[in-house]
């Protein structure tokens, strides 16, 4: 009943969520460096622009935005933007240029080790706390970047990440990882894709160490993974937080993760739950192609209609940052 009261509520307020009059979706390809592994390392960045409305392919999808557009001038806040376990820098798309539409730069990373091309990473803290260091990279590139720089209003930053994204949102802002937490995870959840090293990650020597980025104002996070947290580890977070969680998740049981954060984050959370929905529902919605070449990431259970879910979803994700990201606040 609590997302049917927020698409209720959606309804009712549409008009003060309207995209900035004429503007469209650009996107450009941006390479940086990646310090876990000290190669190059690759963002879309989704801006607004003046350019008349385009479709872009890319593979199999088919994405609303005009490569290599014109940057709107002005200074306009940034989200990062960090994709799930070996999944794609354009897995969350709409959510992308819906932002972009709405003003907003957002720079989608592709995690080196952890993405559908390199999962070389997976199991170990080149990918658990790699992930938040490759993210500040990216926020280090783009405001040091002689076009991006300029564009960017370095007050108004957030952090949004779907799954593995959604736990290095909280890195971003102060969740410490403490990877002993896995083992009796995975006591409870032998079934858990994260507990196919026997609920043990490999650690680099030295260990990376994590850092929270003051920079980073707000999160918002979708089915994020929780196995590495007490909440000894959540208790540095004083940041606004958004929560979505899919009732059905399979992957990352719910009462694990989403609401498990929900109940001991030290600051109160904005908390949605999809009634019946499973775990790939926050990934873009699907084409005839992709439905038919990837059903497990794209068709959802019986009365769950992923259109109407991202169409509440990127609305609340511009009504939230719009609301946390103020200009010295």
Same mark, same amino acid.
């Given at each position: 009943?609590?997302?049917?009261?927020?698409?209720?509520?959606?309804?009712?307020?549409?008009?003060?969520?309207?995209?900035? %009059?004429?503007?469209?979706?650009?996107?450009?390809?941006?390479? @940086?460096?990646? !310090?876990?592994?000290? =190669?190059?390392?690759?963002?879309?960045?989704? /801006?607004?622009?003046?350019d008349a409305a385009q479709d872009m392919n890319v593979g199999p999808l088919e994405i609303r935005a005009k490569k290599d557009a014109a940057l709107e001038p002005g200074r306009? !806040?940034?989200?990062?933007?960090?994709?799930?376990? #070996?999944? #794609?820098?354009?897995?969350?798309?709409?959510?992308?240029?819906?932002?972009?539409?709405?003003?907003?730069?957002? +720079?989608?990373?592709?995690? !080196?080790?952890?993405? /559908?091309?390199?999962?070389?990473?997976l199991g170990s803290d080149r990918v658990l706390v790699g992930r938040n260091l490759q993210l500040i990279?990216?926020?280090?590139?783009?405001?040091? &970047?002689?076009?991006?720089?300029?564009?960017?209003?370095?007050?108004?930053?957030?952090?949004?990440? /779907? #799954?593995?994204?959604?736990?290095?949102?909280?890195?971003?802002?102060?969740?410490?990882?403490? @990877?002993?937490?896995?083992?009796?995870?995975?006591?409870?959840?032998?079934?858990?894709?994260?507990?196919?090293?026997?609920?043990?990650?490999?650690?680099?020597?030295?260990?990376?160490?994590?850092?929270?980025?003051?920079?980073?104002?707000?999160?918002?996070?979708?089915?994020?993974?929780?196995?590495?947290?007490?909440?000894?580890?959540?208790?540095?977070?004083?940041?606004?937080?958004?929560?979505?969680?899919?009732?059905?998740?399979?992957?990352? !049981?719910?009462?694990?993760?989403?609401?498990?954060?929900?109940?001991?984050?030290?600051?109160?959370?904005?908390? %949605? %739950?999809?009634?019946?929905?499973?775990?790939?529902? @926050?990934?873009?919605?699907?084409?005839?192609?992709?439905?038919?070449? #990837?059903? +497990?990431?794209?068709?959802?259970?019986?009365?769950?209609? =992923?259109?109407?879910? &991202?169409?509440?979803?990127?609305?609340?994700?511009?009504?939230? /940052?719009?609301?946390?990201?103020?200009?010295?606040?």
């Amino acid at each position: 009943m609590r997302f049917l009261t927020f698409l209720l509520a959606l309804a009712l307020h549409l008009p003060a969520w309207a995209a900035q %009059e004429g503007l469209n979706a650009g996107v450009r390809l941006f390479e @940086f460096n990646d !310090p876990v592994s000290g =190669r190059p390392a690759r963002a879309a960045v989704f /801006f607004p622009t003046h350019d008349a409305a385009q479709d872009m392919n890319v593979g199999p999808l088919e994405i609303r935005a005009k490569k290599d557009a014109a940057l709107e001038p002005g200074r306009h !806040p940034l989200l990062l933007l960090s994709h799930g376990s #070996s999944g #794609s820098l354009f897995g969350h798309h709409d959510i992308a240029t819906f932002l972009a539409r709405h003003g907003y730069l957002v +720079a989608a990373i592709e995690h !080196p080790g952890d993405n /559908f091309r390199d999962e070389s990473g997976l199991g170990s803290d080149r990918v658990l706390v790699g992930r938040n260091l490759q993210l500040i990279a990216l926020l280090d590139a783009l405001l040091g &970047h002689s076009s991006y720089g300029a564009r960017i209003d370095a007050d108004r930053i957030g952090v949004a990440g /779907f #799954s593995a994204g959604g736990y290095t949102a909280l890195l971003m802002i102060g969740a410490k990882p403490d @990877f002993s937490q896995l083992k009796p995870y995975c006591a409870r959840n032998p079934q858990s894709v994260l507990c196919s090293g026997g609920g043990k990650v490999n650690i680099s020597s030295p260990p990376l160490i994590p850092r929270p980025d003051i920079r980073v104002r707000a999160a918002f996070v979708m089915n994020p993974v929780a196995a590495y947290f007490s909440a000894k580890e959540l208790s540095s977070i004083s940041r606004p937080v958004a929560i979505w969680a899919s009732e059905a998740d399979a992957i990352l !049981p719910v009462g694990e993760n989403a609401r498990w954060l929900r109940d001991h984050l030290p600051v109160p959370a904005k908390y %949605e %739950e999809i009634p019946k929905a499973g775990h790939f529902v @926050f990934l873009a919605p699907c084409n005839a192609a992709m439905e038919i070449s #990837s059903p +497990a990431l794209c068709i959802d259970p019986p009365g769950v209609d =992923r259109a109407a879910v &991202h169409d509440a979803l990127r609305h609340a994700m511009v009504d939230f /940052f719009d609301k946390h990201l103020v200009t010295n606040p």
